[in-house]
Nanobody
Framework: VQLQASGGGLVQAGGSLRLSCAAS????????IAWFRQAPGKEREFVTA????????YYADAVKGRFTISRDNAKNTVYLQMNSLKPEDTAVYYC?????????????????????WGQGTLVTVSS
């Protein structure tokens, strides 16, 4: 499956953005999708994920209550609604896909579990 992330841009602190991750290929619904981000000079970190079964969602503590992940299998797209953005949310955001499934909250936080990655979209939050 090929992934295309979009929707990044420049926004003021407190603002909102919605990122999209569009997938091509078959059986999109058979993949869990996650968002990771990497800020300049920092390691990549997990943001959120949505499972392929039941649509379970998982969030990093840093974004819980501000970000919402959702999926539209008919459109082969996963969305990341980001509200109350902070300057520390500035990063390149990547979407990733895995065919694996787990109900373990921490399973999807590991980048090595993902077989497919999008190219990334830059989010810049100004103070």
């Amino acid at each position: 499956v090929q992934l295309q992330a979009s929707g990044g841009g420049l926004v003021q602190a407190g603002g909102s953005l919605r990122l999209s991750c569009a997938a091509s290929g078959r059986a999109f619904s058979n993949y869990a999708i996650a968002w990771f981000r990497q800020a300049p000079g920092k390691e990549r970190e997990f943001v959120t994920a949505i499972s392929k079964i039941g649509g379970g969602t998982y969030y990093a503590d840093a974004v819980k209550g501000r970000f919402t992940i959702s999926r539209d299998n008919a459109k082969n797209t996963v969305y990341l609604q980001m509200n109350s953005l902070k300057p520390e949310d500035t990063a390149v955001y990547y979407c990733a896909a895995t065919a694996s499934y787990s109900s373990n909250n921490y399973y999807y936080r590991e980048g090595f579990r993902y077989d497919y990655w999008g190219q990334g979209t830059l989010v810049t939050v100004s103070s």
